[in-house]
């Protein structure tokens, strides 16, 4: 079992940062982050705990002295004064700079309690809307803090041991309004966030559910045959025994394959993988290893248990032995059949034989090392276990309801958190049980879950409830169908997300006071969050109006042009308004100047592409590096020599110019050719020029009129020549006719044709009363301000 910790860095910090008094010590490891600890016994823990797993930070200047009993230490950021003897509240404080341009500053005392931006919770089992959520990183007052001293120590051997004694150890962050670099150096100090596999971004299909061999196979040659991509096979529990004598318990927990359902399960995991899907398998571990398990003999020889006695082998997940055992007897002879990665469904609880020690903890951290024994990426799937516990990705949130309540939810959730640095959440998209058929619902949680972190559809046993599109109506199918091709067409822009989730703290799915932190609005939209470096996701949670065909939510665009990425539409920021959309489109909305690679392979596999698709939009310069690997690059290798870069740039001007180079690094990660489509949104048309390191070639070129994109395909160039394409003019931007748009709105409506009419001419005027008239025309609420939304979208 692997227990290596050094991945993470140096648990001891540097002497330098050390500042000791009688029974304290304080470890100052950044101008913004203080370590405060007492002791009685004047002893101090220098070992990794469950929360910090690195202190080596470089020294930052700063100022420490004692004067008359009182210590003062000064950074840049901070000053910290304690007046000697136990931590109290009257006797240490910090004052930390909110905001270093105005001076606003904030006094935090001992025992003071965050006011954060919330975090994250351990589950959302059963939950039918919102929750409270435990505490995160983030806050307006400009601190939080975290305490550890509870946390089991870890040792150089990697195993988990109580640390002992009662003392004291708390870690003050004070980054103010710096978001983003708060969470960075909570990465620094807890763990980055591994790298998922590439195939980990694709379409999960899970479901509660008795599946034989022979259904699930039909499954997926349905799915195949619907060109609806999945990466990732979920098989519920039932994959195991669980009509199991009475004697033993409940069927919860098993390790023995039902060969009723699936006759030769090495057999049907080869299969799958030969459609390209990777494997986990639901585990309930709580009960241990009883008698009529298959693997009982070996496991109980294993921890010195006569298997003739028929002795139950009891879960302990302190027990060393026991651990070694569960891994090495249990899971990894079935890996070695194709089992990909493992389902941890633990719900029993946080209690173990060591007082304070959280069994869900400790099955996420060895089951993640024990996925990268065979080096490169690893992979658990559970649930959330506290603070430190985005080194265990994915997570797993639980079984919903089936609610709008809950989807309403989930987007905030999702976004909040970042802010606790987990930023790999899977949800049961759709909910999983309970609830009533709704086709516009389902069809509404496809589209958050494509632009979520981990896309798993998933529903419970009950025969009516599952996800499959072709259950529902026809319109909610092909809604659902082309998102699901969406996000498999979107892995290389994820993919890169996940390099930069991983090596620079920055996680897929961000709130908007991340990148906004003075904005006021920024703190008032908590649905709506940023997707990666280019997009912006404002998904919409409420039913459609009938007679407008469309639903509506309230959004805030920050400042500069945007473009929604479906219909083109054009957005001066800067404000709120309303976006209404019908049940075929979501709001995701793409910066000026945005970059977004996408794969164009058939049916939509995860590795990296032989066609490869751009959308450029215009009006500020951009650049993207499209990364790539080999599939085998360690988790925490930043430097690793198996990833390669594509770097996208976009001059937008004085002369537009658009340039793919040559694929740097290890080259042999990418195909020796590549083909490209290159999709210029919402321009005029302009002649283009392509070259291929210098020399001329024929592209294929079309012009949409109405949408105003210019289209590119570049068949068959080797991945290592630069492409060069530039414009005989200068390149403008253009925006959809608005006639148009309301026309496409109109069409849709349910009102008479006559008021139809009588709209659409009122917009073709464009006159500064138009609304007005619109007004006078129609009372529909929601289809008066979807019109206005295109008559005043882009106007400051």
């Known amino acids: 079992m692997v227990r290596d910790i050094k991945r993470y860095g140096n648990p001891a910090c540097r002497e330098r940062a050390i500042v000791q008094g009688p029974n304290c010590r304080f470890t100052v490891l950044t101008s913004s982050l203080i370590r405060m600890e007492y002791s009685e016994n004047g002893i101090f823990e220098d070992r990794a705990t469950q929360i910090v797993m690195n202190r080596e930070f470089t020294v930052p200047k700063y100022e420490a002295a004692w004067n008359g009993g009182f210590l003062t230490i000064t950074t840049e950021f901070l000053q910290l004064r304690y007046r000697g003897g136990t931590f109290a509240e009257d006797g240490l404080s910090i004052r930390t700079i909110v905001d270093p341009k105005t001076g606003e500053s904030r006094l935090w005392r001992w025992g003071d309690e965050s006011k954060d931006l919330g975090g994250t919770a351990r589950t959302l089992d059963e939950v039918d809307g919102a929750i409270p959520l435990e505490h995160g990183m983030i806050s307006r007052d400009g601190w939080t803090v975290i305490d550890d001293s509870g946390s089991m120590v870890i040792g150089e051997d990697g195993w988990v041991t109580p640390r002992g004694g009662d003392g004291l150890d708390f870690y003050f962050f004070g980054y103010g309004r710096r978001y983003q670099e708060c969470i960075r150096d909570f990465y620094r100090l807890c763990g980055n966030t591994p790298l998922l596999p590439r195939w980990a971004l694709g379409n999960w299909w899970s479901r509660y559910h008795r599946y034989t061999e022979e259904e699930y196979k039909r ?33 919860w927990t098993g390790y023995t394959w039902n060969r009723e359902l699936f006759p030769d399960p090495p057999e049907f995991l080869a299969w799958l993988h030969e459609q390209g899907l990777k494997v986990t ?86 089951h993640y090392l024990d996925s990268t024994r065979a080096g490169g990426a690893g992979l658990t799937f559970s649930r959330y276990a506290g603070i430190g516990s985005h080194r265990y990705p994915v997570g797993f949130s639980g079984d919903t309801i089936i609610s709008w309540e809950s989807l309403q939810f989930q987007p905030y959730f999702t976004a909040a958190a970042s802010n606790v640095g987990y930023g790999w959440w899977s949800h049961d998209i759709g909910g999983h049980m309970m609830g009533a058929r709704d086709d516009e619902l389902a069809a509404r949680w496809v589209q958050l879950g494509v632009f979520s972190p981990i896309n798993r559809l998933h529903s419970t046993s009950n025969p009516f409830s599952g996800k499959e599109p072709w259950n529902f109506n026809k319109r909610a199918e092909m809604i659902m169908g082309d998102f699901l091709r969406l996000r498999h067409e979107l892995i290389p822009y994820l993919y890169t997300a996940n390099r930069r989730a991983s090596f620079e703290g920055c996680p897929l799915v961000r709130p908007l006071y991340w990148e906004e932190p003075e904005q006021k609005e920024a703190y008032e939209f908590p649905n709506e969050y940023y997707f990666g470096s280019e997009l912006l996701a404002v998904p919409i949670t409420e039913r459609m109006e009938p007679e407008a065909d469309m639903a509506g939510v309230k959004a805030w665009i920050p400042a500069g042009i945007w473009f929604d990425y479906q219909n083109s539409r054009i957005y001066q920021g800067g404000k709120q308004m309303m976006l209404y959309r019908t049940l075929e489109q979501m709001p995701v909305l793409a910066k000026a100047g945005a970059i977004i690679p996408r794969s164009l392979d058939r049916m939509g596999g995860t590795g990296n592409p032989n066609c490869m698709a751009v959308d450029i939009f215009p009006g500020a310069d951009g650049c993207f590096n499209v990364w790539e690997d080999d599939g085998r690059t360690e988790t925490d290798g930043e430097n690793d020599d198996r990833w390669a870069a594509t770097r996208l740039s976009l001059e937008w001007s004085p002369l537009t110019r658009f340039v793919i180079g040559g694929v740097e690094g290890y080259r042999s990660a990418v195909p020796e050719m590549r083909s490209w489509k290159l999709n210029f949104r919402n321009v005029e048309y302009v002649v283009p020029v392509v070259t291929v390191e210098g020399e ?92 206005a939304e295109i008559l005043f979208s882009d106007e400051n």
């Open 219 to 251: 499954l997926m040659v349905r799915f195949q045959r619907e060109q609806i991509p999945f990466s990732v096979a979920v098989i519920d529990m039932d994959w195991h025994l669980v009509d199991i004598p009475p004697k033993y318990g409940n069927g």
């Open 281 to 366: 398998l639901n585990v309930h571990p709580a009960d241990g290893v009883r008698a009529h398990e298959e693997a009982y003999p070996r496991m109980a020889e294993a921890l010195g248990i006569d298997p003739a006695g028929g002795t139950a082998v009891e879960f302990d997940v302190t027990d060393r032995a026991f651990l070694e055992a569960y891994f090495d007897v249990l899971h990894h002879p079935m890996e070695e059949d194709g089992v990909d990665f493992w389902w941890v469904d633990w719900q029993q609880g946080k209690k173990t034989r060591i007082p304070g020690l959280d069994p869900l903890w400790m099955l996420n951290h060895y």
């Open 696 to 787: 001329r070639m024929d592209a294929v070129v079309s012009y949409d009129e109405v949408r105003k994109n210019l289209t590119l395909e570049l068949p068959g160039i080797p991945s290592v020549k630069t492409i060069e394409v530039r414009f005989g003019s200068d390149m403008k931007m253009a925006s959809m006719d608005r006639a148009d748009q309301a026309f496409e709105i109109l069409n849709r409506a349910q009102i008479s044709y006559d008021k139809k009419e009588a709209i659409l001419e009122a917009v073709k005027k464009q006159s500064g009363g138009a609304l007005l008239t619109i007004q006078s025309i129609e009372e529909n609420a929601v289809l008066v301000g979807a019109l």
